[in-house]
C-alpha cells in the first residue's frame, strides 16, 4: 500500500524544528512528488500562541504572536507548483478543549475557517480541511466538536472534504513528555468499537474520512483493530485511511524514524484490511533525504524500492 498523503508539522509542538526556508521546503515537495505523495495537510495552523500564518482574528484575540514568514502561503504556492493537493489544519488553543470547554474551541475555529477561507480559498491546491484537534476515547464535547466543525468547513467552502486523525488507546499511547514507552491499561477492541460507532454515528455527514494513528497498538493487534475501524467507518459513510507513522513509538527516545520493516507490517496489515488509503505523520521529518535524521534518508530509499514491487 503506498502512502499518498502527509502531513506537514510546521509547529513542531514535540519535534524538533529544521528552519527550511523557501528553498529547502520546494525541494522537499519534489521529494514527496517522487514517491507518490500528491497531499500535504498542515496538521494545525497554530497551537497556543505559535501561528503559521498571520492570522489577525487570532494575534487579537489570543494574544498570538505574528510569525515572519506566512507558512500557510508558502505550502499553498508550492502545492500550485507541484501540482498537489493541500489540506488546512484547524487551529489548537491547547487550553478551551483540554479543559471541556469545547464550545469556546468551535467558537474560535468557526472564525479561523471564515477568515483562512477569505485570504487562500481562491488557491486551486486548497482541497480540504484537517479538524485538528485529536482523540482516542468518547470523550464529552467531542461529537459536537466534529460535526459543527466539520460542518462549518463544508459550507464556507462549497462542501470541500474534511476527516480526522484520532489515535487508539492501546498500550503505546503514553504522553510524549513521559519517560516511559508503554502502559499497562488499554482499550479492549470492543470498547473501541462501541466508543467510536457512537461518534461516527454523530460525525456522519460533516466528517468524510477518518485515518487513525497507527502506532498506539503492538504489531500483532493491528489486523483486529483495523478490521473494525474498516467495518465501523464502512457502516457510518466515512472513508477508512490509515495515518502510518513513519517515527518510532518503541524506542525511549521520542521519536526517530521507524525501522522499515515495522512501516511495511503497518502499511500490510492496511492493505489487507482494504482501507481507502495511507497517509503518514510524516515525511519531512521521518522519510526525507533531507531531514535532519541522517536514518529519514535511509527510510526514503527502502520505501522507494518497496513501492516498486507493488502492482501499478
Known sequence: MKITATFIDEISHDIPHQNWGRHEWDADFSHMKMVGIDTVILIRSGYRLWLTYPSELLIQEEGCYKPPVDLVQLFLELADKHHMHFYFGLYDTGKYWVKGEFQKEVDLNRKVIDEVWKKYGHHKSFKGWYLTQEVSRRVKGVIDLYAQLGRHCKEVSGNLPTFISPWIDGSKAVSAASDKI???????????????????????????????????????????????????????????????????????????????????????????????????????????PQSSYISAAHLFERYREYIKTIPG
Not at 479492549?188 to 502506532?215: C, L, M, P
Not at 483495523?226 to 457502516?235: I, Q, W
Not at 527516545?253 to 503497518?266: D, G, Q, S, V, Y
Open 182 to 288: 508503554s502502559k499497562e491499561e488499554a482499550v479492549s477492541i470492543r470498547q473501541h468499537e462501541e466508543e467510536w460507532s457512537e461518534i461516527f454515528d454523530g460525525i456522519k455527514g460533516a466528517v468524510d474520512a477518518v485515518a487513525f494513528q497507527d502506532g498506539h497498538i503492538e504489531y500483532h493487534e493491528l489486523p483486529a483493530f483495523f478490521e473494525v475501524n474498516k467495518r465501523m467507518a464502512g457502516k457510518y459513510g466515512l472513508q477508512c485511511w490509515t495515518n502510518a507513522e513513519t517515527f518510532d513509538r518503541d524506542m525511549p527516545i521520542k521519536f526517530l524514524p521507524i525501522k522499515f520493516e515495522k512501516l511495511r507490517m503497518k502499511l500490510e496489515a492496511a492493505r489487507k484490511a482494504g482501507y481507502d488509503k495511507a497517509i503518514t505523520f510524516e515525511f519531512s521529518h521521518f522519510m526525507s
